[in-house]
């Protein structure tokens, strides 16, 4: 089947423009937080700060919000996920207003700002399996893995446009508030998705143990498949390790001398390069040879990691990040095809919420080590350190890995 077959299909669409629009503005407000305290404070330890509010509730509410996503309807936990999101979303960009910060002052608006973080965080920790969960429902199992391909192509097409505009609203109207609002309006229109899809009752399984063995079943299917754990270790430590995304407002200001707008720049040069690469894998889906491709791409996202370390000069940059996220996007593809092709059907939320406790986690406690390693190290020791951790990582799980090796993908 084609990819105009894939598109035909009635509910994909707006699976699609919920992905989208609400990915978009997701990343249009991380750009406008993380830049808006920064200038606030000019301390990397905030960016860390900033991490670890995003990190909490992916390690505490992620599998039981994975149950929960089983046992209820699965558009109706879009919705309410999508609800809160917009929400707390809407309370943030009131938190830009001056009026805000001469209510609050600084440091209550810091933990104000913090804390609707960790709300929109805990919805995000609900929204993910059930986007996962749904996907099997309404699409064919033979066009999963071209699917999986064209949804992060679209995810990553919303992490580039989000930052850029967010950098060009934030420069060119001269504050945070429109762009902020702008956020909201873009997640509403994505929640409209949720409303266009139809009812999706949990498929329903006898519970054979207690509660906490039922909550945690998804974790124990990943530890128990040794291909699915070689696979989220690399993408875990690698990111852990590797990422630069907390930072890049330190290294727009102080090493690249750069705007906000170069800072948009830096923040979507990696979805740039991964959306390049996504296009060609919902072309050609990995298949043969994907864990020695998968290998491969964690090496080059260790070396561009290196080279990003040590550029002055801004386009070398960009181009550095963009080829680490032409990489990453590999790891991406590979890891969602393998998860929906081999997980069980009535586990999939709690399966897709495990996946977001090691890779989400490892996105957010990556931010809090990269702060806190550029405030103790200086931020270009800090990235070197990353990189060279990455490449031992990626050295050893291929050593002690072999059957992730010779992973192809479909026998």
């Known amino acids: 089947m084609t990819l105009r077959a894939l598109l035909a299909l009635p509910e994909y669409k707006p699976y699609l423009q919920l992905r989208f629009f609400v990915a978009m503005g997701w990343h249009m407000q991380a750009v406008v937080v993380a830049w808006y305290i920064y200038t606030l404070t000019r301390d990397p330890l905030i960016l860390a700060l900033l991490g670890a509010a995003e990190a909490v509730p992916a390690l505490s509410a992620a599998l039981p919000m994975g149950y929960l996503v089983d046992k209820m309807d699965k558009r109706t936990t879009l919705r309410i996920a999508s609800f809160a999101i917009v929400c707390s979303a809407a309370v943030t960009a009131w938190l830009t207003t001056p009026a805000a910060l001469d209510i609050l002052g600084p440091t209550a608006l810091l933990w104000s700002m913090l804390s609707m973080v960790m709300i929109n965080g805990t919805a995000r920790t609900m929204y993910g399996p059930a986007m996962f969960s749904i996907l099997a429902v309404i699409v064919p199992k033979d066009l ?9 192509t679209v995810w990553q097409a919303a992490m580039i446009t989000g930052p850029l505009v967010a950098s060009l609203i934030y420069y060119g109207s001269g504050g945070a508030t429109v762009a902020a609002i702008t956020c ?6 994505g929640s409209i998705g949720a409303w266009q899809i139809a009812a999706k009752p949990p498929i329903e399984r006898q519970r054979t143990g207690s509660m906490l063995a039922d909550v945690t079943q998804g974790m124990r299917f990943i ?11 690399l993408d875990l430590f690698a990111v852990l390790f590797g990422g630069v995304t907390a930072i ?5 200001d102080t090493i690249l001398h750069v705007d906000e707008r170069g800072f948009g720049m830096l923040r979507a040069a990696m979805s740039a390069g991964s959306v390049v690469m996504m296009l060609f894998l919902a072309w050609r889906p990995p298949s043969a040879n994907a864990g020695r491709n998968l290998i491969l791409a964690f090496v080059g996202f260790g070396l561009a990691m290196m080279a990003f370390g040590i550029s002055t000069v801004f386009w070398l940059s960009v181009a550095t990040l963009a080829f680490a996220g032409m990489c990453d996007s590999v790891s991406v593809v590979t890891r ?9 059907d009535h586990m999939r939320g709690r399966v897709a919420a495990a996946n977001t406790m090691f890779i989400s986690s490892s996105n957010e406690l990556g931010a809090v080590e990269s702060g806190v390693a550029a405030r103790l190290m200086g931020a270009v020791p800090s990235v070197m350190f990353g990189a060279a951790m990455t490449l031992v990582v990626v050295a050893v799980v291929a050593w002690k890995a072999p059957a992730l090796r010779r992973l192809k993908i479909g026998e």
């Open 336 to 344: 969602h095809t393998i998860l929906q092709l081999y997980t069980p």
């Open 184 to 189: 909201v309006s873009l997640m509403v229109v």
């Open 144 to 152: 999963i893995p071209r699917a999986t391909a064209v949804g992060s």
């Open 223 to 233: 530890l128990s498949t040794p291909i699915v754990v070689g696979a989220l270790s």
């Open 248 to 252: 890049l407002p330190v290294y727009a």
